[in-house]
């Protein structure tokens, strides 16, 4: 069971964004930007191409609303999405507000936020979906 698993099933909190039946959106804990968001299948698969392609298409419209809400939230030039997946072996995109092609940078240092500072930007998203 991967990390995401167990944020799924509400055995380790998140500062949720969205969530339906078949995906979750919530912050990233180690993020690059403030407006980062993780966006996750429920459906643990490790690489993103072996989701079927119906729950790859939902992906992707599940997120958007999204991306339109950060945008909103950390005015920037683009929503920039990554998907690495070495992190943690569950199919997850990263959502992140751009201005700078370094701001896509995973090998930057992580910012440092406080729970309330987490708790600020989820709200920021939030009101703007």
Known sequence: MTIFSKI??????CYKIAEDDRFLAFLDVFPL???HVLVIPKAEVDKFYDL???TLGGWIQFAQPIA?????AFPCKRV???????EVPHAHMHLLPLNTMDD????????QLSPEEFS??????VACL
């Open 8 to 13: 799924i099933n509400g055995e380790i909190p």
């Open 33 to 35: 930007t403030r407006g």
């Open 52 to 54: 079927d392609t119906d």
């Open 68 to 72: 339109k809400a950060i945008e909103k």
């Open 80 to 86: 920039g999405i990554s998907v690495i997946g070495l």
């Open 104 to 111: 896509i940078n995973f090998t930057r240092p992580k910012l």
């Open 120 to 125: 600020a930007i989820r709200e920021k998203i």
